[in-house]
């Protein structure tokens, strides 16, 4: 080593190279050194001589499960796998078709479970981002006869005073026409949710930019000037591309212009997929009710949030001592019980799970169907392959080492398919997400969830798809395959293999079919169902200010019975009425017990008298309510004929008391 450079010299005893063999290696260096500097010159020669160096890293060296450092064979196995990646490049070069059908099978099955599971994820995994539900009960008004899951909000005040053991918040979800800026041509109907001061943090709502609604929002707002809202991170996203600086801009919404004061983080949609949240004081200028009208008079959802060690008797009991205050119907004492399953829209842990079995069979189906697309075509190419892997295996390859390179080709058709199969997905989710006309408050863009079930399962397609190939490069018989021979074993079990891939593909086709053709009778029958009305010739108009417990003012009167009016004397138009909720545009509900069984829930509606004649809905006894009925605000409703069998059996429903308050 004398006649090399001091840095080449200590970089050699550093080199990962066996003493045994350290000697022989320097006198190579050193011979080659002297010679290049004799022949090209000094740069040259120290040029190569680094080169050379640094190729003792790299070189290929054998190495033993048992001997040397950890470090070196992890190294070692990485050099390995770079090698078979730089192999497997060169072999779909030159077969461009195997690396074509592969690759378009993969995709699709990949591309189809990733959307499957976006979807799912939006459903039913990520939720709307409550925190802790179990500690954040509906607070539900009882009384002897009934449970109601609305309160009124002078009552909510009341609750929220006489509270020391938990928080206790309101909502109240509405839909209001908005524009983001003044060069928006229509406003667009958006679906909002006003709450107290202490709903974020009563949810677990954080923001992504600015701050959450606080309890100073909810003050005065008429003398604190325009109401502060926070915006969604999809509304964000779709409607104000992002936008940075909108912090302190206004927006219309209803006839108000709102600060944004925050945007949500990604994911919170508390409850139902709201886009919007203001102050429960902002109602009426949201809709345009003067003062002191400033919130609404009924419809409010009223929840909690216990505090630590509380439990939930406890925080009943105190609840149910405050409401023991408040006036109940005809004189009846008013109760609270919490219910974790009320108040803000959450789906049950048992729909859950029965939506996530489903897409996950659907999804195991088709991958296991691509699976075994792709390992008909691989195992074709390792029956010409094993001439290769018999010289592999004459070399000294062991037959874990033949197995790892068909595996790790394997695997990068499965990372090249899993990049073609995202974009797939990226494309087919907002399209699904149209045709099954999701919600405007649910993200269904893929998150961190969606790219860890991508990485997963492309894992396991692509190690499921390379071992039955590698079940046939394993180098068992070396001398037919070096004579270009096959032995009768690798003639005949390549041939049962494919002939189990083949009936297990047209197994799993036959049962995809089937379940296509369930669902597409079943659709096809859901929209022949009989309403009990033809809606073909029923037209649905809305102002944009509607919901429960709006405050209709002289304005909206006056408007209604102008259009009213007007839309009576088109030609073609047979009858014109007014309804709070049209069919198939939401409900409002109410949980009751008493005499039907607990916890059904009832849907209500308040409709003009001739809503019923202008739907062409029948009435199987009794009457419809009159216009002096409505005018009076009349106790009388009509009951389906389901909610007639619940309660009343085979006694008839007429002159029979509802058991349920309806706010």
């Given at each position: 080593?004398?006649?090399?450079?001091?840095?080449?010299?200590?970089?050699?005893?550093?080199?990962?190279?066996?003493?045994?063999?350290?000697?022989?290696?320097?006198?190579?260096?050193?011979?080659?050194?002297?010679?290049?500097?004799?022949?090209?010159?000094?740069?040259?020669?120290?040029?190569?001589?680094?080169?050379?160096?640094?190729?003792?890293?790299?070189?290929?060296?054998?190495?033993?499960?048992?001997?040397?450092?950890?470090?070196?064979?992890?190294?070692?196995?990485?050099?390995?796998?770079?090698?078979?990646?730089?192999?497997?490049?060169?072999?779909?070069?030159?077969?461009?078709?195997?690396?074509?059908?592969?690759?378009?099978?993969?995709?699709?099955?990949?591309?189809?479970?990733?959307?499957?599971?976006?979807?799912?994820?939006?459903?039913?995994?990520?939720?709307?981002?409550?925190?802790?539900?179990?500690?954040?009960?509906?607070?539900?008004?009882?009384?002897?006869?009934?449970?109601?899951?609305?309160?009124?909000?002078?009552?909510?005040?009341?609750?929220?005073?006489?509270?020391?053991?938990?928080k206790v918040e309101a909502v109240l979800t509405e839909s209001a026409a908005t524009r983001t800026s003044v060069d928006d041509a229509a406003a667009k109907s958006v679906e909002v949710a006003f709450v107290s001061g202490g709903f974020f943090p009563a949810t677990g709502g954080r923001v992504?930019?600015?701050?959450?609604?606080?309890?100073?929002?909810?003050?005065?707002?008429?003398?604190?000037?325009?109401?502060?809202?926070?915006?969604?991170?999809?509304?964000?996203?779709?409607?104000?591309?992002?936008?940075?600086?909108?912090?302190?801009?206004?927006?219309?919404?209803?006839?108000?212009?709102?600060?944004?004061?925050?945007?949500?983080?990604?994911?919170?949609?508390?409850?139902?997929?709201?886009?919007?949240?203001?102050?429960?004081t902002a109602y009426g200028a949201v809709y345009g009710a003067a003062p002191p009208a400033r919130a609404p008079e009924n419809g409010i959802q009223v929840f909690a949030r216990l505090l630590p060690d509380v439990a939930v008797p406890e925080a009943e009991a105190q609840l149910s001592g405050?409401?023991?205050?408040?006036?109940?119907?005809?004189?009846?004492?008013?109760?609270?019980?919490?219910?974790?399953?009320?108040?803000?829209?959450?789906?049950?842990?048992?729909?859950?799970?029965?939506?996530?079995?489903?897409?996950?069979?659907?999804?195991?189906?088709?991958?296991?169907?691509?699976?075994?697309?792709?390992?008909?075509?691989?195992?074709?190419?390792?029956?010409?392959?094993?001439?290769?892997?018999?010289?592999?295996?004459?070399?000294?390859?062991?037959?874990?080492?033949?197995?790892?390179?068909?595996?790790?080709?394997?695997?990068?058709?499965?990372?090249?398919?899993?990049?073609?199969?995202?974009?797939?997905?990226?494309?087919?989710?907002?399209?699904?997400?149209?045709?099954?006309?999701?919600?405007?408050?649910?993200?269904?863009?893929?998150?961190?969830?969606?790219?860890?079930?991508?990485?997963?399962?492309?894992?396991?397609?692509?190690?499921?798809?390379?071992?039955?190939?590698?079940?046939?490069?394993?180098?068992?018989?070396?001398?037919?395959?070096?004579?270009?021979?096959?032995?009768?074993?690798?003639?005949?079990?390549?041939?049962?293999?494919?002939?189990?891939?083949?009936?297990?593909?047209?197994?799993?086709?036959?049962?995809?079919?089937?379940?296509?053709?369930?669902?597409?009778?079943?659709?096809?029958?859901?929209?022949?169902?009989?309403?009990?009305?033809?809606?073909?010739?029923?037209?649905?108009?809305?102002?944009?200010?509607?919901?429960?417990?709006?405050?209709?003012?002289?304005?909206?009167?006056?408007?209604?019975?102008?259009?009213?009016?007007?839309?009576?004397?088109?030609?073609?138009?047979?009858?014109?009425?007014?309804?709070?909720?049209?069919?198939?545009?939401?409900?409002?509900?109410?949980?009751?017990?008493?005499?039907?069984?607990?916890?059904?829930?009832?849907?209500?509606?308040?409709?003009?008298?001739?809503?019923?004649?202008?739907?062409?809905?029948?009435?199987?006894?009794?009457?419809?309510?009159?216009?002096?009925?409505?005018?009076?605000?009349?106790?009388?409703?009509?009951?389906?004929?389901?909610?007639?069998?619940?309660y009343w059996h085979d006694r008839s429903p007429l002159g029979q008391l509802l058991p349920v308050e309806i706010p």
């Amino acid at each position: 080593m004398r006649g090399l450079p001091l840095l080449a010299r200590w970089l050699l005893r550093l080199a990962p190279v066996a003493d045994e063999s350290r000697e022989g290696v320097q006198a190579d260096l050193h011979e080659l050194f002297v010679q290049r500097r004799r022949d090209r010159g000094a740069v040259h020669a120290q040029w190569r001589l680094y080169h050379d160096l640094a190729s003792l890293w790299f070189q290929p060296r054998p190495h033993s499960l048992h001997g040397g450092s950890g470090a070196r064979a992890g190294f070692a196995l990485l050099r390995d796998t770079g090698t078979d990646l730089r192999y497997a490049v060169r072999l779909f070069a030159r077969q461009p078709g195997i690396l074509m059908l592969t690759t378009v099978g993969l995709s699709l099955g990949l591309g189809i479970s990733t959307a499957a599971f976006s979807i799912m994820n939006a459903a039913a995994l990520r939720g709307e981002g409550l925190m802790d539900s179990d500690h954040a009960p509906g607070v539900l008004r009882t009384t002897d006869r009934s449970v109601s899951t609305v309160w009124k909000y002078e009552d909510f005040l009341k609750l929220r005073e006489g509270s020391t053991r938990m928080k206790v918040e309101a909502v109240l979800t509405e839909s209001a026409a908005t524009r983001t800026s003044v060069d928006d041509a229509a406003a667009k109907s958006v679906e909002v949710a006003f709450v107290s001061g202490g709903f974020f943090p009563a949810t677990g709502g954080r923001v992504s930019l600015g701050r959450p609604l606080e309890a100073a929002d909810e003050q005065d707002i008429y003398r604190a000037g325009s109401p502060a809202v926070v915006i969604s991170f999809t509304f964000w996203t779709a409607k104000l591309d992002r936008d940075p600086t909108i912090i302190g801009r206004t927006i219309q919404i209803g006839r108000t212009a709102a600060v944004v004061v925050g945007v949500a983080e990604r994911g919170f949609s508390v409850p139902n997929n709201r886009l919007l949240w203001m102050p429960l004081t902002a109602y009426g200028a949201v809709y345009g009710a003067a003062p002191p009208a400033r919130a609404p008079e009924n419809g409010i959802q009223v929840f909690a949030r216990l505090l630590p060690d509380v439990a939930v008797p406890e925080a009943e009991a105190q609840l149910s001592g405050v409401a023991a205050a408040l006036p109940g119907a005809a004189g009846e004492a008013v109760r609270v019980r919490l219910d974790p399953h009320a108040g803000l829209g959450r789906v049950s842990s048992s729909e859950t799970l029965a939506v996530a079995v489903f897409v996950f069979a659907v999804i195991g189906l088709v991958l296991l169907l691509a699976c075994a697309n792709v390992a008909t075509v691989l195992i074709s190419t390792a029956i010409t392959r094993e001439r290769e892997m018999a010289v592999r295996a004459a070399l000294g390859a062991s037959r874990w080492r033949i197995v790892r390179q068909l595996v790790t080709e394997s695997l990068a058709l499965g990372a090249v398919a899993a990049g073609i199969g995202l974009l797939l997905a990226y494309w087919a989710v907002p399209t699904i997400g149209t045709m099954i006309e999701a919600p405007a408050g649910v993200d269904l863009s893929p998150d961190f969830r969606v790219y860890m079930f991508l990485g997963i399962v492309t894992l396991i397609t692509g190690v499921g798809a390379g071992l039955a190939p590698a079940r046939y490069g394993r180098g068992a018989d070396l001398v037919s395959p070096l004579k270009g021979e096959g032995s009768r074993d690798d003639r005949i079990a390549p041939r049962r293999m494919r002939s189990l891939l083949v009936i297990t593909q047209a197994a799993i086709s036959v049962l995809l079919i089937v379940m296509a053709a369930l669902f597409v009778r079943a659709t096809l029958r859901g929209a022949a169902i009989d309403v009990g009305y033809d809606s073909t010739s029923l037209y649905a108009v809305s102002s944009g200010n509607h919901g429960a417990g709006q405050d209709v003012g002289a304005a909206t009167r006056t408007l209604w019975t102008r259009a009213i009016s007007e839309l009576q004397a088109v030609p073609g138009i047979a009858s014109v009425t007014l309804v709070e909720l049209t069919p198939f545009d939401g409900f409002t509900r109410s949980s009751i017990s008493g005499q039907g069984p607990t916890g059904v829930v009832i849907h209500f509606n308040r409709a003009r008298a001739n809503y019923f004649e202008t739907i062409g809905l029948r009435v199987l006894a009794g009457r419809t309510f009159t216009r002096d009925e409505v005018a009076a605000n009349a106790p009388v409703a009509l009951v389906s004929q389901s909610v007639a069998r619940t309660y009343w059996h085979d006694r008839s429903p007429l002159g029979q008391l509802l058991p349920v308050e309806i706010p």
